[in-house]
């Protein structure tokens, strides 16, 4: 019964910290951001946003040199402050940047911040049974404990590795969809990530956020593609 209200209670914990995590960043978000104002990137968001039947997209410019795009856990959509000025120096198209909008866009249709606050709690709970539940088998001396309660970390980590890189292709697949309907192509979608590699090489201390949070740009390029391949010759028939 003990060992029931333990793991209930690191269900409501897990929620509590994701809450406040979530608070924290859209705070940070909040005071650090701008509304996208450049002409080219509003025209193809109006596209993008007439083509779901949305009144609007709601864009904002995130204050960060690092070269990111993200969805809120409230649903809104950032651009850093990074991305841009790639795009100023035209490293970086705008069509190129309305791919990362797309991406960011299908993060939020697909109910995936929402889905990671779920694994983030069931993480958290299924993390503190292992450790109940091997803490009843063996009475483990400390060293034992703490290396147990390090693979269970590796373990929940891996899983939650999985399930976003899932996330990830989804997005893309979403987004190479949207790009599509919206007259703007996948092809702006696959340019940026051959050369994402090389645009956070050449700006030296800014990190390929985007890139590094998700799986390798040749599986993604080779995703999108094969979409687009069979969207091709679906219209070829038809
Ligand atoms: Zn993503």
Do not use: C
């Not at 693979?151 to 929940?156: A, E, G, P």
């Amino acid at each position: 019964m003990a060992k029931f209200a333990t793991i209930i209670l690191a269900v409501l914990y897990g929620l509590a910290m994701y809450r406040f995590s979530a608070w924290r960043m859209g705070r940070q978000l909040d005071r650090n951001s701008t509304e996208l104002a450049d002409p080219a990137l509003k025209l193809l968001v109006g596209r993008m946003a007439e083509t779901l039947d949305l009144p609007a997209v709601r864009v904002q410019i995130f204050e960060i040199e690092q070269i990111n795009g993200l969805a809120a856990p409230d649903g809104r959509i950032f651009i850093t402050r990074g991305f841009i000025r790639k795009y100023r120096a035209g490293e970086v198209s705008s069509d190129e940047l309305a791919s990362v909008i797309a991406h960011e866009l299908g993060h939020v249709a697909l109910g995936h911040s929402r889905r990671r606050m779920i694994v983030f709690t069931g993480q958290n709970a299924f993390r503190t049974a292992l450790i109940l539940a091997l803490g009843r088998f063996l009475p483990f001396p400390p060293v034992l404990r703490w290396l147990s309660g390090h693979l269970v970390n590796l373990l929940t980590s891996l899983f939650t590795a999985k399930l976003s890189r899932n996330d990830e292709f989804e997005a893309d697949a979403y987004a190479a969809a949207l790009l599509v309907k919206a007259g703007i192509g996948t092809e702006p979608q696959t340019s940026l990530l051959r050369k994402l590699d090389s645009l956070s090489q050449a700006g030296s201390q800014t990190s390929p956020a985007w890139f590094l949070s998700h799986p390798s740009a040749n599986r993604r390029i080779q995703a999108i593609e094969k979409l687009a391949g069979r969207w091709d010759e679906g219209r070829g028939r038809g």
